[in-house]
């Protein structure tokens, strides 16, 4: 079965200090993950995905997020938080095409806050 | 150009009403989704479309949820006799391609609050 897990549900950084977002995949197949940034009364937005082309993927807003098959991880980074950064973000894992389907299956979510 | 959009954005009912939610795609999009989003956690898989054809309903809870997409583009998820445990955030989502098609990243729109009192 596929599942993502979120380490942290909460996060908390100041303003121009790195951030880090764990999370750490199961899949019996060759994943393609996801992370999607929620900000209040808004829609699910893409920050990037990685679908077994470079390990280290860029997003946007300065994100990125480097997949390790060793470590079943996909952690995201950024390396200076901004006040607009604070929001719910998302890992995300694609069931593969063999079922014909494209179900996301979502972590429980991390609460970024930033602090001035 | 304009997003995914739903409606209601708010939806308050009482136990056992019959309860519609809609879904407008971006223009031109082939797929769409159905999610709900429970307090404090991500949102789980419904239901999708491929145009009109309803390709995968393994996440409906149970037969009260039915979904469906007429003509291929505006999709309605309607739930009979609800019940308080439906309280929920059901987001819709659309994809330009079919999975597999290359550009099948789901766009989300903001989302239908309902809750069942």
């Known amino acids: 079965a596929q599942s993502v897990t979120q380490l942290d549900s909460h996060v908390s950084v100041s303003e121009g200090t790195p951030v880090l977002l764990r999370c750490n995949y199961s899949?019996?197949?060759?994943?393609?993950l996801f992370w999607y940034v929620q900000h209040p009364n808004k829609g699910l937005q893409l920050l990037l995905k990685?679908?077994?082309?470079?390990?280290l993927v860029k997003g946007i807003n300065g994100f990125e997020a480097e997949f390790k098959k060793s470590e079943t991880s996909f952690h995201l980074t950024k390396p200076s938080a901004h006040m607009s950064d604070a929001a719910e973000y998302f890992c995300?894992?694609?069931?593969?095409?063999?079922?014909?389907?494209?179900?996301?299956?979502f972590g429980t979510g991390t609460l970024l806050a930033v602090q001035p | 150009g304009a997003g995914v959009s739903q409606s209601p954005r708010y939806k308050v009912t009482k136990r056992g009403q019959d309860v519609a939610l809609r879904c407008d795609p971006i223009?031109?999009?082939?797929?769409l989704y159905w999610y709900r989003q429970a307090l404090g956690q991500g949102p789980e898989f419904l239901t999708y479309f491929n145009y009109e054809a309803q390709q995968d309903k393994s996440g409906l809870p149970n037969d009260r949820f039915s979904a469906e997409r007429p003509e291929g583009s505006i999709s309605t998820l309607t739930i009979q006799r609800t019940e308080q445990r439906d309280s929920a955030m059901y987001r819709c989502?659309?994809?330009?391609?079919?999975?597999?098609?290359?550009?099948?990243?789901?766009?989300f729109g903001p989302g239908t609050r309902l809750t069942v009192l």
């Open positions: 990685y679908t077994s082309a470079a390990t």
């Open positions: 995300v894992v694609r069931l593969p095409y063999g079922g014909a389907t494209n179900k996301l299956i």
């Open positions: 989502a659309s994809s330009l391609a079919w999975p597999g098609g290359g550009r099948d990243e789901q766009f």
């Open positions: 223009s031109g999009h082939v797929s």
């Open positions: 899949s019996s197949y060759s994943p393609s």
